[in-house]
């Protein structure tokens, strides 16, 4: 008898094509996550530089296409003046300040894969930079309907805020915000470039310009990722193996005992 052997009995042989399916499983999410790792060029500048809805562009609680970042949108609305929050230690023309957020609410905006639950769909919408930080907290929004051109921006991921003063943060993160007012929203922010309308009133922020497209990099999370998947495979393999192994030494034993015993192996008498 031989490892072999037992290895092509109907039992593994069933067992090894569901260890397969999953290790085929796990190869394509390896797969997947190695896609998102990898490095992606910035979308080149003509295409970003049409306006486009804001809704044919970006929905709720999905991805935002790297080819999407950085698109002008156009987008109307009402900014939710109580939903705020300022974020420090932002630079601008050499100058350190605080960038102002509020979320935006927009007309006929879509959400995937989650049901709303009636739940309202936000971006959050850099206002301005200012240099005082008494300014920054204090300013606010009007909750009038507005119109905007406004560039996305891929998110920052999140970073604790205990040790924040209250109504900051230190990253633009969703994740962050919808958790602080039960909302849903997208994977990105917007920098407007231009408003109307009667919400549309001078804040005394300066309006922070888009920075250029960058030309993409490593995203080591999703390769850390991938490489698990990989490893799962491999591991849902190898216990099948262990298994087969573990029976074959286990009848190898049996087989050992019974000859000292002076009688035949059990399996070998069930199958006579």
């Given amino acids: 008898m031989s490892v072999l052997k037992v290895a092509l009995r109907p039992k593994w042989i069933g067992v090894l094509v569901i260890a397969l399916l999953l290790a085929s499983l796990f190869v394509v999410l390896a797969n997947w996550q190695f896609d998102r790792a990898r490095t992606r060029q910035?979308?080149?500048?003509?295409?970003?530089?049409?306006v486009k809805p804001f809704n044919s562009v970006a929905k709720a609680q999905a991805p935002l296409p790297?080819?999407?970042?950085?698109?002008?949108v156009s987008l109307s609305g009402n900014y939710r003046p109580r939903q705020q929050i300022v974020i420090p230690a932002r630079e601008l023309h050499?100058?350190?300040?605080?960038?102002?957020?509020?979320?935006?609410?927009?007309?006929?905006?879509?959400v995937q894969t989650v049901k709303r639950?009636?739940?309202?769909?936000?971006?959050?919408?850099?206002?301005?930079?200012?240099?005082?930080?008494?300014?920054?907290?204090?300013?606010?929004?009007?909750?009038?309907?507005?119109?905007?051109?406004?560039?996305?921006q891929p998110i920052e991921g999140p970073t604790p805020t205990d040790k924040m003063p209250a109504g900051q943060m230190a990253t633009l993160s969703t994740a962050q915000l919808?958790?602080?007012?039960?909302?849903?929203?997208?994977?990105g922010y917007l920098l407007p470039m231009s408003q109307s309308g009667p919400g549309a009133t001078s804040t005394g922020l300066t309006t922070v310009p888009a920075p250029p497209p960058?030309?993409?990099?490593?995203?080591?999370?999703s390769l850390f990722y991938a490489i698990e998947w990989i490893v799962?495979?491999?591991?849902?393999?190898?216990?099948?193996?262990?298994?087969?192994?573990d029976e074959y030494l286990r009848e190898i034993e049996e087989a050992e005992m019974a000859d000292r015993l002076g009688t035949a192996p059990e399996e070998e008498v069930k199958g006579t």
Wanted: aromatic content about 12%; charged content about 25%; proline content about 5%.
């Fill in 42 to 50: 910035a979308p080149p500048k003509s295409a970003t530089e049409t």
């Fill in 66 to 72: 790297a080819r999407d970042a950085y698109q002008k």
């Fill in 94 to 110: 050499g100058r350190d300040g605080y960038w102002v957020v509020t979320m935006f609410e927009p007309d006929g905006a879509t």
């Fill in 117 to 152: 639950r009636g739940r309202p769909i936000e971006i959050p919408v850099v206002r301005g930079w200012t240099a005082s930080e008494h300014e920054a907290e204090t300013s606010r929004a009007s909750g009038k309907h507005i119109r905007m051109i406004a560039r996305i």
């Fill in 178 to 187: 919808v958790n602080k007012w039960d909302v849903l929203s997208y994977a």
């Fill in 214 to 221: 960058k030309a993409g990099g490593i995203n080591l999370q």
């Fill in 232 to 245: 799962f495979a491999l591991f849902a393999v190898y216990v099948w193996w262990r298994m087969v192994r």
